[in-house]
């Protein structure tokens, strides 16, 4: 079974431009979630979605927006650049079964912006 | 105020030497996730766990869920080179599976031969 594919794997931006991240996630799972991830803070929770449905959304600004497709693929956009966005960003599928969340994440997407 | 506390941030150790990783928090979590990830990597799945008290082993890995479901443990027998990494643990909070997972910031884990 293939695990998580994200695309591209490396990404350098200038401040003021967006980029959209993508995510395959593994077959049959239909819950995506997004994470960034810096040394100072950790790993955090941008955004879930489900069925083409966003269930929950961190604390992150209006410029951090995903969508998801009907085949469960993923997109994260982000707008307007800053410094600071540099950061790994991941991508993780979970089962639905179970009651708990167990993330299988992609290897990342390192975003660089200059 | 970082929700899930992990402690030592930083652990260098001897091949061959057992170490323990704390993850704890004031909140309770209806499930805990145990993760490694290693450089330019994503973060891979250990274990979870889910009902207070619980131990679960993966070979010389040994984790364990506080009774009262606030915190959890990382023990590691013998420990070897390729046990380097960084050691995440991520709790969910609330019934069901709602992908929201809320990570510690980690301890990263260095075994010299």
């Known amino acids: 079974k293939a695990g998580v594919t994200q695309t591209p794997r490396y990404l350098i931006k200038t401040r003021g431009q967006q980029v959209t991240l993508s995510c395959s996630p593994i077959?049959?799972?239909?819950?995506v979630s997004w994470y960034q991830q810096t040394p100072g803070q950790g790993l955090q929770f941008l955004f879930e979605y489900f069925s083409e449905t966003q269930r929950n959304k961190g604390n992150f600004p209006g410029r951090f927006s995903g969508r998801q497709f009907s085949n469960s693929r993923s997109e994260m956009n982000v707008s307007t650049l800053e410094l600071g966005d540099s950061a790994l960003y991941l991508c993780?599928?979970?089962?639905?079964?179970?009651?708990?969340?167990?993330?299988?994440f992609g290897q990342g997407t390192r975003l660089t912006v200059v | 105020t970082q929700l899930l506390e992990q402690s030592p941030q930083f652990l260098s150790i001897q091949e061959g030497e057992n170490l323990t990783v704390y993850c704890n928090s004031s909140?309770?979590?209806?499930?805990l996730q145990w993760y490694r990830q290693e450089p330019g990597e994503g973060p891979v799945l250990l274990v979870t766990?889910?009902?207070?008290?619980e131990v679960k082993k993966l070979k010389r890995l040994t984790f364990q869920f506080g009774d009262a479901r606030k915190d959890s443990s990382l023990h590691i027998t013998a420990a070897q080179p390729g046990d380097t990494g960084l050691y995440l643990c991520?709790?969910?909070?609330?019934?069901?599976?709602?992908?929201?997972?809320?990570f510690g910031k980690g301890t990263k884990l260095s075994v010299k031969p």
């Open positions: 909140s309770v979590f209806s499930s």
């Open positions: 077959s049959g799972h239909r819950s």
């Open positions: 766990v889910v009902t207070g008290g």
């Open positions: 991520a709790g969910e909070r609330g019934e069901g599976s709602q992908g929201n997972l809320i």
């Open positions: 993780a599928s979970s089962t639905t079964g179970g009651g708990y969340t167990e993330a299988f």
